[in-house]
């Protein structure tokens, strides 16, 4: 097992990552990076945590030691094993799990493996870069999620400019009562605080930004007969960002050319953020939209709404205009199978504690007026 290895590491106040090498030492750790400083890290100082989409990374860090470098990026299952075998504790069994770990995840496939290679790129670059200039504060939070949310607080900002936003009356707090009693059901939250914004407009449609904001249009709710219905819809659009569909979404427009720079230092976080902030036009995938249908129906049951609204709000968009589908219709070429499997899943799915949403749905669709 390799006593010296390459790695890639990242230094505070400094843009991006850069190679460096890596020396196990009796005691610590020897960390020389390229163009900057070298840090020695006792072993049982050593904080580590798993990282990548797919778990493919082993984030280490030393927050006992001087400052120098931030954090160091492994994959190399062999520096892994060495490094498992000279520490103790909790960051020893992060080490330990990885094979198990980034197994399990490889199982899913080619296709999820290159995504989680490319989604791990961009949130070791993305995560660093805001938690460092913006948000130094969060560092010692969850990364992932926290990153992920001051990409989509980003996406927000560019999306609803220019828009005009209802903040408050009976649609703004349905809209929050809705989203609320939905977040409360969700059964395992990595962490996303999500929130919504309600957009005045004609549009019958909702998006899910990464990390948590939910960003409704006012045509949705004239559209819709009931607020079960809109639960529905949220359910769906809650699990787009559970299962970071937009996020993925994201890599794939910023591209591989941009992905490099950014990685590499030289990335635009204000681009990254222009693309975000199309994420309310995107098309996710068929497997992408069936999972959160299956996903959106179970936590309307956990939530005490019935999973019947979820196809019937599609059946009814079906009916008044199949021409212009919103982004959750859309990309299923065949919408009455699609509705059809989610009736058969909503009979299926028992609702154990029904607790019907307080709301005047008339109420609502006449503040809209
Ligand atoms: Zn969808």
Same mark, same amino acid.
């Given at each position: 097992?390799?006593?010296? +290895?390459?790695?890639?590491?990242?230094?505070?106040?400094?843009? /991006?990552?850069?190679?460096?090498?890596?020396? %196990?030492?009796?005691?610590?750790?020897?960390?020389?990076?390229?163009?900057?400083?070298?840090?020695?890290?006792?072993?049982?100082?050593?904080?580590?945590?798993?990282?990548?989409?797919? @778990?493919?990374?082993? @984030?280490?860090?030393?927050?006992?030691?001087?400052?120098?470098?931030?954090?160091?990026?492994?994959?190399?299952?062999?520096?892994?094993?060495?490094?498992?075998?000279?520490?103790?504790?909790?960051?020893?069994?992060?080490?330990?799990? +990885?094979?198990?770990?980034?197994?399990?995840?490889?199982?899913?496939?080619?296709?999820?493996?290159?995504?989680?290679?490319?989604?791990?790129?961009?949130?070791?670059?993305?995560?660093?870069? @805001?938690?460092?200039?913006?948000?130094?504060? %969060?560092?010692?939070?969850?990364?992932?999620?926290?990153?992920?949310?001051?990409?989509?607080?980003?996406?927000?900002?560019?999306?609803?400019?220019?828009?005009?936003?209802?903040?408050?009356?009976?649609?703004?707090?349905?809209?929050?009562?809705?989203?609320?009693?939905?977040?409360?059901?969700?059964?395992?939250?990595?962490?996303?605080?999500?929130?919504?914004?309600?957009?005045?407009?004609?549009?019958?449609?909702?998006?899910?930004?990464? /990390?948590?904001?939910?960003?409704?249009?006012?045509?949705?709710?004239?559209?819709?007969?009931?607020?079960?219905?809109? &639960?529905?819809?949220?359910?769906?659009?809650?699990?787009?960002?559970?299962?970071?569909?937009?996020?993925?979404?994201?890599?794939?427009?910023?591209?591989?050319?941009?992905?490099?720079?950014?990685?590499?230092?030289?990335?635009?976080?204000?681009?990254?953020?222009?693309?975000?902030?199309?994420?309310?036009?995107? &098309?996710?995938?068929?497997?992408?939209?069936?999972?959160?249908?299956?996903?959106?129906?179970?936590?309307?049951?956990?939530? /005490?709404?019935?999973?019947?609204?979820?196809?019937?709000?599609?059946?009814?968009?079906?009916?008044?205009?199949?021409?212009?589908?919103?982004? +959750?219709?859309?990309?299923?070429?065949?919408?009455?199978?699609?509705?059809?499997?989610?009736?058969?899943?909503?009979?299926?799915?028992?609702?154990?504690?029904?607790?019907?949403?307080?709301?005047?749905?008339?109420?609502?669709?006449?503040?809209?007026?």
């Amino acid at each position: 097992m390799p006593e010296i +290895f390459q790695a890639v590491c990242f230094l505070p106040d400094t843009p /991006g990552s850069r190679p460096c090498r890596v020396a %196990l030492e009796s005691g610590g750790m020897l960390i020389e990076a390229a163009q900057g400083p070298n840090v020695r890290w006792p072993y049982p100082a050593i904080a580590c945590e798993p990282g990548g989409d797919e @778990f493919d990374w082993v @984030f280490v860090a030393c927050p006992d030691a001087k400052p120098g470098i931030a954090r160091l990026a492994l994959r190399n299952p062999e520096a892994i094993a060495s490094l498992a075998a000279r520490v103790g504790g909790p960051a020893h069994d992060v080490l330990a799990g +990885f094979e198990q770990r980034r197994q399990r995840h490889a199982r899913r496939g080619q296709r999820g493996l290159v995504a989680g290679l490319v989604a791990a790129a961009v949130l070791v670059a993305a995560g660093w870069l @805001f938690l460092t200039r913006l948000a130094p504060d %969060l560092v010692a939070g969850t990364i992932p999620p926290a990153s992920e949310r001051l990409i989509g607080q980003a996406a927000a900002a560019q999306l609803l400019a220019g828009e005009q936003t209802i903040d408050a009356g009976p649609a703004a707090d349905a809209v929050r009562a809705i989203a609320t009693r939905l977040v409360a059901a969700i059964e395992a939250n990595p962490g996303y605080e999500f929130d919504v914004r309600l957009v005045k407009s004609d549009l019958v449609n909702a998006a899910a930004l990464p /990390g948590g904001t939910l960003v409704v249009y006012s045509g949705l709710l004239a559209e819709a007969g009931s607020a079960d219905e809109v &639960a529905g819809v949220l359910a769906h659009e809650i699990c787009h960002v559970l299962h970071r569909d937009s996020l993925r979404q994201l890599i794939g427009r910023v591209g591989s050319g941009a992905l490099l720079a950014l990685v590499l230092g030289g990335g635009d976080l204000a681009a990254l953020a222009a693309q975000a902030g199309e994420l309310d036009r995107l &098309a996710y995938g068929r497997d992408q939209e069936r999972a959160a249908d299956r996903g959106g129906v179970a936590l309307l049951a956990r939530a /005490g709404l019935p999973p019947h609204a979820l196809p019937a709000f599609f059946e009814r968009l079906q009916a008044r205009d199949a021409g212009r589908l919103p982004e +959750f219709l859309s990309t299923h070429p065949d919408t009455a199978a699609r509705i059809a499997e989610l009736r058969e899943l909503a009979t299926a799915t028992p609702v154990p504690a029904p607790r019907p949403l307080a709301i005047d749905w008339e109420a609502v669709r006449g503040s809209l007026d």
